[in-house]
């Protein structure tokens, strides 16, 4: 063996020597990054749970809440004072519907939600509660403006702001006004210590204890 051919075998042995230094650190380097300063193994972002939290998201957003979504109940029928049924109906917190029927056919609807409601049904003054209940009489009625006495010792001041459109102003023993109904374009109605009464677009009111 001559001297050139050591010298190139030196070099050779070098060079490989030096490569396997270089991916000695290459992968010493790869494993420093995935761990902290603790050495502890760092977690890897998940695009599954980015989705996760997008997909929860959205199912919040199209959640419904409330009344609208439940189907109505029936809370029974009773008879009225002209001899037809009311069918009344809850379709929610202080939220009923009244549906006055005579020989299977729907005469009228009156719908109660968060207030009481009143219907004149052509002498026969029906009012339905917010809380679903269910008062109805004939007679008693006066009509157009003016100043009334009305059942249990109230007093109705009727005034007319525009066609079908009145209110009535209830004024108790003492002269102050403690309650209003207020008629614009259907009728209204309420109950007043016990004392129900209904206004109608007309201009007609009536009251029965």
Not at 165 to 194: C, P
Request: proline share 1%; charged share 20%.
């Amino acid at each position: 063996m001559n001297a050139n051919t050591t010298v190139r075998r030196r070099r050779t042995i070098r060079i490989a020597a030096a490569a396997l230094i270089a991916a000695a650190s290459l992968s010493l380097t790869a494993c420093n990054n995935d761990t902290d300063n603790t050495g502890t193994k760092k977690p890897a972002a998940s695009a599954e749970s980015n989705s996760g939290g997008s997909s929860t998201g959205a199912q919040g957003s199209d959640a419904k809440t409330g009344d609208t979504d439940k189907a109505p109940s029936s809370t029974g029928d009773q008879k009225l004072a002209d001899g037809s049924t009311a069918k009344i109906d809850k379709l929610g917190t202080q939220h009923y519907r009244l549906k006055i029927i005579n020989d299977g056919a729907v005469l009228a609807t009156l719908e109660a939600n968060q207030r009481d409601a009143g219907l004149d049904a052509n002498g026969m003054y029906v009012v339905l509660t917010l809380g679903g209940e269910v008062h109805s009489w004939m007679g008693g009625e006066h009509s157009g403006p003016g100043t009334y006495k009305l059942a249990g010792g109230w007093t109705a001041k009727v005034t007319k702001l525009g066609d079908a459109h009145f209110r009535a102003d209830i004024i108790g023993n003492e002269g102050s006004v403690d309650g209003t109904l207020e008629a614009n374009q259907h009728d209204a109605g309420m109950v007043a210590n016990g004392v129900y009464i209904v206004l109608s677009a007309g201009g007609v009111i009536s009251a029965h204890q």
